[in-house]
């Protein structure tokens, strides 16, 4: 998987896989002029060459095209986009060694076409926008490692500390447990989340105690914590720590979170 240490500190890595030889010395030649550029050579083959975006002309892509697929198969979800090069008569049909690859094979492939020849300016703003999506795409594809990272450590904090989670929005009137919340109570994984559900399993003694603290909490968004005895659905008897803490978006209530801790070794420990 391509990762951010794809780009080096001296700049983005281009790979001018260009085989006619007095455009690739122009390309190279333009590519030095750029400080945040940094043209870099063909390794042992395409998959073992690290770049962060690949210039190439009609004979390169009839020649490296499946390794060239290949390479950006392995780096998706993360985009490594390739701009090629034709000429203006050619624009339309790209050849292979098997015949004539067709246009929308063409796209699978290349990121961005254009004709030669071409403006400086224009190829530095393909270029530039190429590499704004790699960007965003590494960007995302980040965010979106960190997000699997915290779910994986949170999900396993609730099994080392017996502790469930829970949400209720209030605008749309929505319930939501998370997995251990449901073993807590003994739940099956099809309850559907609901106040009821919720709170119809404390002692008959302690139920007017959350339930009071959860309207609390709803209406005047008050917090609570208490230590409270729960039956879950198969009989079990428990002791839980409930904890409930009022969300709030753009100065208004908007939902209420917590957590639901079973704490029964602890209070046998006690008594």
């Not at 083959?45 to 690949?54: K, L, N, R």
């Not at 997000?147 to 319930?175: C, H, K, M, S």
Request: aromatic share 8%.
């Amino acid at each position: 998987m391509v990762t951010p240490e794809a780009t080096s500190d001296s700049g983005t890595r281009v790979l001018p896989l260009i085989l006619d030889g007095g455009n690739r010395q122009l390309l190279v030649e333009w590519i030095d002029g750029h400080p945040s550029l940094e043209p870099v050579e063909l390794a042992d083959g395409i998959g073992e060459t690290t770049f962060d975006v690949c210039i190439l002309d009609k004979a390169a892509f009839r020649k490296h095209h499946d390794k060239l697929r290949t390479k950006k198969t392995t780096t998706a979800p993360v985009l490594l986009p390739y701009l090629l090069l034709l000429p203006d008569s050619e624009s339309d049909i790209v050849e292979t060694d098997a015949g004539q690859l067709a246009d929308n094979v063409v796209t699978e492939t290349v990121d961005e076409l254009v004709t030669m020849p071409i403006q400086q300016a224009e190829l530095h703003w393909r270029l530039a926008a190429l590499l704004r999506l790699r960007e965003q795409s590494l960007t995302l594809h980040d965010r979106k490692r960190e997000l699997e990272r915290q779910v994986d450590v949170f999900t396993t904090a609730q099994d080392i500390a017996n502790v469930g989670a829970w949400e209720y929005d209030i605008d749309a009137d929505e319930w939501w447990w998370s997995d251990e919340f449901r073993r807590i109570y003994g739940l099956s994984p099809d309850t559907p989340p609901s106040q009821t559900e919720s709170f119809q399993y404390y002692h008959p003694e302690d139920r007017p105690i959350i339930e009071e603290a959860f309207d609390a909490a709803v209406e005047d968004g008050e917090p609570y914590d208490l230590d409270l005895r729960l039956t879950d659905a198969e009989d079990d008897h428990r002791w839980v720590r409930t904890i409930g803490e009022p969300q709030h978006v753009d100065g208004e209530l908007s939902s209420v979170r917590g957590i639901v801790q079973d704490i029964t070794e602890r209070k046998d420990r006690q008594q």
